[in-house]
């Protein structure tokens, strides 16, 4: 039985590998290390810690920080007692991230230092939170203090594949935020479909782990470094001098970034002359890229590139562009994002739910056993996505006559910037209070830097002014700092049919002239 095999839940991970390789690095931060055996008795503490609070199976627990390896001793030790990880996007406002915790209902709340102001000035709003502790408070009230004091002895506990492992907040369309509720199994079902199509996982491997822990993009893979027993190293924050720094000084293996940070990292001076022969496989994903950012990634990093794409909902990945299609791409092969891998079946649907033929439009649809256990406490927004065994993901594209997806567009209307996953209907909301507007939309425009970055299209009251300066101000005081609109275009009227719905796609047809596609 391999290692992997010994999983019964994402619990186990640390129990294993802490079994078959106590003493290796698990992960690097900082210049120090934690092993295997350190990362699975500190896990246990916390699983302990948090029981003695009153926290069991089903409870949530909201973690807000930057990366750091205290994320992962809070997810393996809530995990043993089947508790569920809430990670707090650190980028979101005072406000949403109130919103997020007290939706959440969480019991406890892990707050890193950078980080404890805003929860000050939020902290009696947050109603359920019993508890909120500093990670990096150094006191006998701090997080390393109160993990030591508990036991080390594993509690131990039944888990259920089905159980809830992590409970991820995607931006809604309804302008709130939504908790897509991952379980075991669904994070077992990507592990596993991953390592059958690329890398060749094993425990020899160095794992950089960059992206933000909020996204799954985050914790899916430096936890999938784990589930091989991979030493992962991490860093806080994105940062493109330090990832170069670190890939030969750590002899990094696997890689996995999102578009926009391949662009800054082949940006950084010098980048021609770093060492990058231990790395073997970089994926990315996230959002589309632009082909000659691939063929330039390709020939400085010199290794196997794989491209993937996939939502919150469906545990990260659902189709990956292996590496013979960057090496030698068929015709406009690299525009697309692959093909279904192990698991996973995917449908094009015209509006009416038929089935679309080869190279003809519609809404993405899959069935896999990464599909989330449903939005939290949203059981008609669960609904909405998931139709039986199907998860509708919102995205449109097609497939050719050899089964790879293509993106076209976006049934939502999700802007996709940096990575992040950005609904207007959140900025609309926050921006529509301003006294000088009097009809707003906000959409995605081609940014070579970001993919797309947003824009608002406001039409002013009579007699109003107001400049692009004031309404970002006013929309930073409101909404996260990636969500604030980079341009404002001041309107006589927006287009609108004759019950009154606003046509977005008409309003974004003259920023998006020349595209060869409506994503950027």
């Known amino acids: 039985m391999s290692e992997a095999e010994a999983y019964r839940t994402m619990a186990d991970i640390v129990r294993v590998q802490a079994r078959q390789r106590g003493n290796k690095d698990a992960m690097r931060f900082n210049g120090t290390a934690i092993s295997y055996a350190q990362l699975d008795d500190r896990a246990s503490q916390v699983a302990n810690g948090l029981a003695a609070w009153g926290i069991g199976k089903g409870d949530r627990v909201a973690v807000l920080d930057k990366n750091d390896p205290a994320f992962f001793e809070l997810w393996c030790g809530a995990m043993k007692i089947g508790a569920v990880l809430v990670p707090v996007n650190w980028r979101l406002a ?7 915790v007290n939706d959440a209902k969480a019991k406890a709340l892990f707050v890193g230092g950078p980080f404890a102001e805003t929860v000050a000035k939020v902290r009696d709003q947050v109603g359920t939170v019993g508890h909120v502790v500093g ?26 594949p089905d159980d809830v492992a992590i409970q991820m907040y995607t931006s809604g369309t309804t302008g709130h935020p939504k908790g897509a509720q991952i379980m075991h199994a669904n994070l077992a079902a990507a592990f596993k479909a991953g390592s059958n199509h690329y890398g060749n996982w094993s425990a020899d491997d160095v794992n950089l782990v960059a992206m933000p822990l909020f996204h799954i993009a985050g914790n899916g893979w430096g936890l999938v470094g784990l589930y091989h027993g991979a030493t992962n190293v991490m860093l806080a924050d994105v940062d493109p ?18 578009p926009a940070v391949i662009l800054f990292v082949l940006q950084v001076p010098g980048v021609e002359k770093v060492d990058f022969s231990s790395v073997d496989t970089v994926v990315y994903g996230a959002s589309p890229i632009p082909v000659e950012l691939v063929r330039q990634a390709v020939k400085i990093f010199g290794c196997e590139f794989v491209q993937v794409y996939g939502l919150t909902e469906t545990c990260g990945s659902i189709t990956y562009l292996g590496p013979e299609d960057h090496i030698n791409p068929t015709g406009d092969r690299l525009k697309s994002c692959g093909k279904p891998w192990t698991g996973v079946e995917v449908r094009i649907l015209d509006a009416a739910g038929k089935e679309q033929p080869v190279g003809e439009v519609g809404e993405i649809v899959c069935r896999t056993g990464q599909v989330m256990k449903g939005y939290w406490n949203l059981p008609e927004e669960t609904a909405k996505a998931m139709h039986g065994e199907w998860f509708h993901t919102g995205d449109a594209g097609y497939l050719d006559a050899d089964g790879y997806l293509y993106i076209y567009d976006r049934v939502k209307d999700m802007i996709v910037s940096g990575g992040e996953n950005i609904y207007p209907a959140e900025i609309e909301s926050a921006l529509f209070g301003h006294p000088a507007i009097a009809d707003i939309a906000v959409i995605g425009v081609p940014s070579d830097r970001w993919g797309e ?28 700092g990636y969500k604030v609109p980079k341009s404002v275009d001041v309107l006589e009227s927006l287009p609108r049919n004759p019950s009154g719905k606003l046509l977005k796609r008409e309003l974004r047809a003259p920023y998006w002239e020349g595209q060869s596609r409506q994503v950027h």
Do not use: S
């Open 94 to 100: 005072p406000p949403e991230i109130a919103y997020v």
């Open 135 to 160: 990670i990096h408070d150094a006191g006998p009230d701090g997080y390393a203090a109160w993990r030591d004091a508990q036991q080390v002895t594993d509690p131990d506990l039944p888990i259920a």
């Open 241 to 258: 001098k330090e990832i170069l720094r670190l890939i030969p000084e750590h002899r990094i293996t696997k890689i996995l970034f999102v």
């Open 453 to 480: 970055e947003v824009k608002a299209c406001i039409v002013l009251k009579p007699g109003q002014t107001l400049t692009e300066a004031e309404l970002i101000a006013y929309a930073r005081e409101r909404i996260a």
